[in-house]
C-alpha cells in the first residue's frame, strides 16, 4: 500500500481501538493496556509515515509552513481533548473516563474518511509504474504547471537511483559511512525533543499544580487547557517565521529558554526559598510557548527533510521509536523522580536536557550533516533542480 492508504488504515485502527477502551470490562486492566498498545502502534506508526508523506507531497519552499500547519492540527486536537476533560470532570467516574476514551474514535473517523481522497505522493506512483498519475498528482499540488516536468523527471532520476540502491540496502545502510551523521542528527533531534520534558507537562500539569498549590489535581483540568492554548498560538506563529528563520536558529532560542525556564525556578528558590511555589507553573508556560514554535514542529520537519530517499522509510522509523521510546520513558518515570525529589531539581535534570540540545544544534555538527548530505549524489540532483527555480537555500536550511 501507498503512504495514503497506509495511513487510512492506521486511523481505522485508531477509531476501533478508541472504542475498545471505552468498553473495557470491569477489573480489565490486562485487556485496556492490550488495546493501548495496538492504539500506540497506530500513533507511532502514523507519526513517521506523516512527515515523510508530507516531505513528498510539498514543495521545499513551503515544507516548513505546511509542517507548521500538521502541528497547528495536532495542538488543536489536543487543545480539544483538554476542553473535552474538563467539562466531562462532573461526570461519574466510571462513565467519564469511558466518554474520554471513547469519543477518541470521532476525530479517528473523519480522518479515515478524509484520508481515503488522499492521492498517492508522486514519488510512490513513480516507484510503482505510474508516472501518468504523478504528473497528475503534481498538477494539483503545484501552483507553477511548467516546472511539472522538470520535477518529475528528478523523482524518476531520485527513483531509479533509490530502486538501484534498495538492492544494497538494509538497515546495517543507516550506520554506513555515508548516512550515519544524518541517522544521528535525525534520531538525535527526535530523542532530544522527548527527553527535554515537554510530555512531563503535558501529562501532568494537574499533578504538577496540585503539588505547587496543594488543591486537588482535579480542581486543576483547567491548566491542560492554558496549556494548549499556548500551543495553538506557538503554532501559528511558526507558520508565520517557518521561511523566515534558519531551522538552527530556531532550535538554539527556543532549547537556550526552554532550559532557562526549567533552571530559573531552581535557581530563585535557592535564593528566595519563600518565593510562590506557583513560579514554576508560570515558567512551565514560558517553556510550553517556546516549545510550541521550535522543537515542537521543527522535529518533524527535519526528520521529513534530512534523510535521502534510498533511508528514508528506514530512518524515519528509527526516528518515530526513538521519540516515542522517550515519551514513554518520560511519562513512565516522572511521577518516580517527582516523588523521591523536589519538582524543582526534576526540572532542572530536563533543563540540563534542553542545553545539551542547544549544544548539539549550536556546534558545526548540522553543518557536517550538510555537508554529508551535498556529497551524495541524489543531493547533487535536488540541488540542481531547486537551484533552478531559485529555491536552493530553503532545502533544509542547515547551513
Known amino acids: ?145 511548467s516546472t511539472i516536468d522538470d520535477e518529475l523527471a528528478d523523482i524518476q532520476s531520485a527513483s531509479q537511483e533509490e530502486s538501484a540502491a534498495a538492492k544494497s540496502t538494509s538497515w546495517g545502510t543507516l550506520v554506513s559511512k555515508r548516512y550515519r551523521y544524518l541517522v544521528i542528527a535525525g534520531v538525535g533531534v527526535a530523542t532530544f525533543q522527548q527527553f527535554q520534558g515537554a510530555n512531563a507537562i503535558f501529562y501532568y500539569i494537574p499533578l504538577i499544580v496540585q503539588k505547587a498549590t496543594g488543591k486537588a489535581a482535579s480542581s486543576a483540568l483547567m491548566w491542560p487547557i492554558i496549556q494548549g492554548i499556548i500551543l ?41 526559598p519563600n518565593t510562590s511555589p506557583m513560579l514554576i507553573v508560570v515558567f512551565l508556560c514560558v517553556y510550553v510557548a517556546f516549545y510550541s514554535f521550535t522543537w515542537a514542529p521543527l522535529t518533524w520537519v527535519l526528520v521529513g527533510e534530512i534523510f535521502p530517499l534510498q533511508i528514508r522509510g528506514r530512518a524515519s522509523g528509527v526516528a518515530s521509536s526513538f521519540n516515542w521510546i522517550g515519551s514513554w520513558l518520560v511519562g513512565l518515570l516522572f511521577p518516580v523522580m517527582t516523588a523521591n525529589m523536589s519538582q524543582e531539581s526534576v526540572f532542572a535534570i530536563f533543563g540540563i536536557i534542553c542545553l545539551l540540545g542547544v549544544a548539539s544544534s549550536a556546534l558545526p555538527f548540522l553543518k557536517l550533516v550538510a555537508k554529508h548530505l ?19 537555500k530553503k532545502i533544509v536550511n542547515l547551513n
Open 374 to 392: 551535498k556529497k551524495s549524489k541524489l543531493k547533487v540532483l535536488v540541488i540542481a533542480r531547486l537551484m533552478k527555480h531559485r529555491l536552493n
Open 1 to 145: 500500500m501507498g503512504p495514503s492508504k497506509d495511513d487510512s488504515a492506521l486511523r481505522l485502527i485508531f477509531a476501533v481501538g478508541s472504542l475498545l477502551s471505552a468498553g473495557s470490562p470491569h477489573d480489565g486492566q490486562i485487556y485496556l493496556i492490550i488495546v493501548r498498545m495496538f492504539l500506540g502502534l497506530a500513533v507511532g506508526a502514523a507519526s513517521a509515515l506523516v512527515p515523510a508523506y508530507m516531505s513528498e507531497m510539498s514543495p521545499a519552499e513551503k515544507r516548513g509552513s505546511l509542517s507548521g500547519l500538521n502541528q497547528t492540527m495536532i495542538v488543536t486536537g489536543m487543545l480539544l481533548s483538554y476542553v473535552i476533560d474538563f467539562v466531562l470532570k462532573g461526570l461519574p467516574e466510571v462513565l467519564a473516563w469511558r466518554l474520554m476514551l471513547g469519543l477518541a474514535a470521532v476525530p479517528a473517523a473523519i480522518l479515515f474518511l478524509g484520508v481515503l481522497k488522499l492521492p498517492e505522493s508522486p514519488r510512490f506512483l513513480v516507484k510503482t509504474g505510474h508516472p501518468d498519475e504523478a504528473r497528475q498528482v503534481l498538477s494539483y499540488i503545484r501552483k507553477d504547471t
Open 232 to 272: 495553538v498560538l506557538g503554532s501559528l506563529l511558526y507558520i508565520a517565521i517557518a521561511e523566515k528563520f534558519n531551522r538552527r536558529t530556531l532550535l538554539t532560542l527556543g532549547g537556550a529558554v526552554m532550559g532557562l525556564s526549567f533552571l530559573l525556578p531552581t535557581v530563585i528558590n535557592w535564593l528566595l
